[in-house]
Nanobody
Framework: QVRLVESGGGVVQAGGSLRLSCAAS????????VGWFRQAPGKEREFVAA????????YYQDSVKGRFAISRDNAKNTAYLEMNSLKPEDTAIYYC??????????????????????WGQGTQVTVSS
């Protein structure tokens, strides 16, 4: 069992930055791939970024490439999402998720919600214009 708790959300002006954190407790965090998803009002939850369990490979949604960066610190059992040059369309609830090592995750590059085993409760990010 893995429990995930997100933090770091808030209100920021367009062009600003935020860093989200995802603190994991439970079984060995280093065995899990991590992903960030977001859900805006009235929309489906969508993939944002993912990193495999080694930390060697990361994947991004096209709209955030070059602006967001995913990272992890296994010693601290924490994953991060650094968000720069934020836009109003980035406004959403951001969720952290963890996935056991699997060929599905590799094949899908962490983009599929169903490849994840555990989810956090989410943190709100609001970008004002």
């Amino acid at each position: 069992q893995v429990r995930l708790v997100e933090s770091g959300g808030g209100v920021v002006q367009a062009g600003g930055s935020l860093r989200l954190s995802c603190a994991a407790s439970g079984r060995a965090f280093s065995r899990y791939a991590v992903g960030w998803f977001r859900q805006a009002p009235g929309k489906e939850r969508e993939f944002v970024a993912a990193m495999d369990w080694t930390g060697d490979n990361s994947y991004y949604q096209d709209s955030v490439k070059g602006r967001f960066a995913i990272s992890r610190d296994n010693a601290k059992n924490t994953a991060y999402l650094e968000m720069n040059s934020l836009k109003p369309e980035d406004t959403a609830i951001y969720y952290c998720a963890a996935a056991l090592q699997s060929m599905n995750f590799i094949r899908n590059q962490g983009r599929r919600r169903h490849d994840y085993n555990y989810w956090g409760q989410g943190t709100q990010v609001t970008v004002s214009s």
